[in-house]
């Protein structure tokens, strides 16, 4: 087939594991579900507060398209504070530490995409915030 297509109602949203007192992030995975080739794709949603782990990965490169809300990026080391808004890109290169959060009142929407997809875990680190 010559394209794929996942529309909003189609999202399968997953509850990433969490402590009973943070805030949930939620992802629906699109790489399959959009036939994607040559990336890795999904669409995450984080509650109010909610942060993901922070990781490296070895080999793939990550770009982040806001959707909703403000993305803050903690890169690098030590970490830097990225803050992107609604409409906002954000690539960061393989090898680079990195950690997403929700710091804002509303639920933070974000399309993330690597290159190349890996098949291995990323490498976890300690929270930046």
Known sequence: MGYGVVRPDDFEWITRP???DEP?????????????AHVRGNVWRYEPGAKGRRHRHAKQEETFVVLAGTLSLYVGEPPERID???????????GTA????????????V????F??????????????
Request: hydrophobic share 35%; proline share 9%.
């Open 24 to 36: 949930a992030r939620h992802v629906a995975e699109v790489s399959d579900r959009a036939g994607f």
């Open 111 to 114: 399309y993330a995409y690597g």
């Open 18 to 20: 969490h402590e009973p």
């Open 98 to 109: 990195l950690q997403s959060v929700n710091h804002g009142d509303d639920d933070l929407l």
């Open 84 to 94: 992107v808004p609604t409409s906002g890109v954000v690539r960061v290169d393989a």
């Open 116 to 129: 190349p997809p890996e098949t291995e875990r990323a490498e976890l680190l300690d929270s930046a915030p």
